[in-house]
């Protein structure tokens, strides 16, 4: 999501610096605000998740898939029970951050039956850093193209 709107930004900077209608620029331009709020507002709900946790030692199980998202996650072992990661297992580390029985420290949140690991911690923290970023840039290219 965050990569299309970083395209977009970049289209409609290049649109705006060839002479494309100002009205049209200023609308897509509230659009890509709106998108970053919601960016932001995912990863700060996500953040308040965080805080709703308790610090508990898991196992890593395996990989499972998830059936509402359909993307591949984490499973992890708290006190008997199954826990699936929050957010979607990162492949390109499979086997270094993964290990079979390998005990961890998480944040469970017990309400949803879901897990914060290590990665779905630094997700969150640079997801909220990025997107206040974002959101402040799309604010001032809007009031720019305003300006204009």
């Excluded at 998830?66 to 006190?79: P, Q, R």
């Excluded at 580390?93 to 005990?103: G, L, P, W």
């Amino acid at each position: 999501m965050t990569e299309y709107l970083v395209v977009a930004i970049v289209v409609f900077v290049l649109l705006y610096i060839i002479g494309g209608s100002i009205l049209t620029v200023a609308g897509l331009s509230l659009l890509l605000v709106v998108i970053s709020m919601g960016v932001f507002g995912f990863f700060v709900y996500s953040l308040t998740l965080l805080f709703k946790t308790k610090r508990k030692n898991a196992k890593f199980l395996n990989f499972s898939i998830n059936k509402k998202y359909k993307f591949k996650t984490a499973v992890y072992l708290i006190d008997n029970e199954e826990y699936e990661n929050i957010f979607p297992a990162e492949s390109m580390i499979f086997k270094r951050f993964y290990e079979k029985s390998r005990t961890v420290k998480v944040y469970c949140f017990t309400n949803k039956n879901k897990v914060f690991d290590k990665l779905a911690v630094i997700t969150t923290l640079s997801g909220v850093i990025s997107g206040a970023l974002l959101v402040a840039f799309t604010v001032f290219f809007f009031i720019g193209v305003l300006r204009f």
